[in-house]
Every structure is written in C-alpha cells, then in structure tokens.
C-alpha cells in the first residue's frame, strides 16, 4: 500500500543531497538492511527479462504483518509497486501491480499475485515478476504501517476526498485504528495517519472518482502517495530531515547508501517531481475469474499486459499514447 512510502523518501533524499550530505549518510544508516536477500543475487535462471542501463526499477512492498503472527514469515504482500527512474526520458514513474492477480509462481503454480511474497520474500516475488511479465529490478525496500502512519502524521495530515458513502463505511467498521479517528466526513478531509492507512485499505467501496475493488484500493493508494508528495513539496528542507529520520527505521531493503545516494543524484539532475502513474493490469486487458484455491482473481491477457509494462517501464515518454486508467496521471 502507499507503504510504498519509499518512493517519496527517495524524492526528498534527492533534493538534500548536497545540502546535508554527511546528515543524510547517517540517516541513510537507520534503514534495515537484507544481505540475505538481494534482488542482484537472485538466479533468474532461463527467465528472460528486459532491462535497461538507463531505467531504474525498484520494487516497493508493503506487506500485511498481521499474517505473520504464527502463520508466514513474510505475510502476504499487502502492496507492490515498482517506482521507475527514467533517465533516458527523464521521467518518474509509479506502477501498482495488483494482489489478486491469477499468476504462475516459480514451484506453487497459479495463485494469486500476493501469496508469492508470503511463500517465498523478496526472491520469489521477483521471480514471479520477472517470470510473467518479463521486467528486471534493481533493488527492493519494505514498509511497514507504522510507516506510513508516522510519515502522513509528521507532513501534517494528507488532503483526500471523500464520497458519503465511503466516510460512512470509514467511521462504521474498523478500517480506521483507534475509534476516535472514525470522524471522517463527505467531502475533503486532512487525514491522519491512522485515517489515510485506513483509506487506503478500503475495497468494497466505490471512491469519489466511482472506482471500486482492489482497482480502486491502488487507486486510492496513488492518490494518498501524491498528496503526500504534494505536502512535502512545500515544506522546508530541515523538516525533510526530520521525515526521513522517522521514516528509514521502518524501512528494509537491500539496496546500499551508495545506490541511494546515486539514485538521489539522478533525479536531481533529471530536474522533476511529477509522477507518472500506471496499474496492472490494465483495464480492458483482464477478467474477472474464480480459483477453487484462491476465490475470486483477475485472470489476465498476460501477453498483453505484460508488453503494456515493458512500454510504460522503458518507453514512455510522457506524450506517446499510453493504454491505461491513468498513465500519466500526476
């Protein structure tokens, strides 16, 4: 979910290099870091993947650490994104990849999208990855709740619409943690952090722009991840600091300060801030569908799909026509 809070702190990350250079390899420190599982060292085998020195393709997960008590070690991935550095035509991109995709899983068969990264982590969500949509990654990062709760409370509160149907089904079921945080109303709200991670949850309900089901669960995400974005844009540096430093404790990842601190660099010299944004799979592009393991699932045009990917990934340049619900979008 907008766990993938990630892509954010890497934005800011770039525009303090330099200005608090030695501050941010301290903070950079704070990150857990995965030896054990990097994307680099993962054996792809006979899987064929595109890839590109000039695009950057990290995987961002947020997983749901509610199923790990006693049951997985990794719980099922609650989110997955892939935020894009494209140096060649200087562009940041978002993509959600859906959970309940039906997807072939190396050694598990068909399942859903999600359960790879309970069987499996990090390596074996990025080998269903690469297996059925042919992309390669460059590194990964985790984010817990506790996350994204602290990173909307420290901005302030992130500004989201709501319809009266979704502030009723907010303030009636427990979505959102803690009953005195169920005072949403129709309309624009600042949310909290407890409120937008609760938002972000919601499926079942349709959202301001009549979007429902996991379709409009990512699309939410999206929306909270650019008002987040839109908030810490116009807050001073020293209080972008203060963000990262509460941030990285809940972040993994595998990649090095180094690499981070070279990626930084990149969008600084890119010179934008707006984010490009895509879902897969795309509408029009999937069915809906029943697994007699997994209940309902989106059964995809796979081949279709995964060339739409690829483009967005590693062609799109903002003015080419691009098949989606909201490619380009900002």
Not at 40 to 57: A, K
Not at 208 to 215: A, H, I, L, S
Not at 218 to 235: P, Y
Not at 299 to 311: E, I, S
Request: negative net charge.
């Amino acid at each position: 979910m907008v766990k993938k809070i990630l892509f954010v702190i890497a934005l800011l990350l770039s525009t303090v290099v330099g200005c608090y250079a030695g501050k941010m390899s301290t903070s950079l420190d704070l990150m857990n870091r995965d030896k054990g599982n990097k994307l680099s060292d993962v054996d792809l085998g006979d899987i064929e993947v595109t890839t590109d020195n000039d695009i950057v393709n990290i995987l961002l997960v947020g997983s749901d650490t509610r199923s790990e008590l006693g049951k997985e070690k990794y719980g099922r991935s609650d989110t997955v994104m892939i935020a894009t550095i494209d140096k060649k035509h200087n562009r940041l991109k978002l993509t959600s990849l859906m959970r309940d995709m039906d997807v072939d899983i190396p050694g598990y068969g068909k399942h859903k999208f999600n359960a790879a990264y309970s069987y499996g982590g990090p390596e074996l969500l990025y080998k269903t990855i690469a297996t059925n949509f042919g992309i390669s990654l460059d590194g990964y990062a985790e984010v817990d709740f506790e996350a994204f709760k602290d990173i909307v409370d420290e901005v302030g509160g992130v500004e989201i619409e709501l319809t009266e149907q979704e502030a009723q089904y907010l303030n009636t079921t427990n979505y959102i943690s803690g009953k005195k945080n169920r005072n949403v109303v129709p309309g624009w709200n600042t949310m909290n952090g407890a409120q937008a991670l609760g938002y972000c949850r919601v499926r079942k309900i349709a959202n301001v722009k009549g979007t429902n089901n996991d379709q409009g669960r990512t699309e939410r995400q999206r929306m909270v991840m650019s008002g987040i974005f839109d908030k810490v844009k116009k807050m001073p540096m020293s209080k972008w600091m203060d963000i990262i430093d509460v941030v990285l404790p809940n972040i993994t990842t595998d990649i090095s300060n180094g690499d981070i601190i070279a990626y930084a660099t990149d969008i600084v010299t890119m010179g934008t801030t707006e984010i490009d944004q895509y879902r897969i799979p795309v509408e029009g592009y999937y069915s809906n569908g029943h697994s007699t393991t997994d209940g309902d699932v989106l059964v995809l045009d796979l081949p279709a799909n995964k060339q739409l990917l690829q483009d967005f990934l590693f062609e799109f340049d903002g003015k080419t026509e691009t098949t989606t619900e909201s490619a380009g979008e900002q």
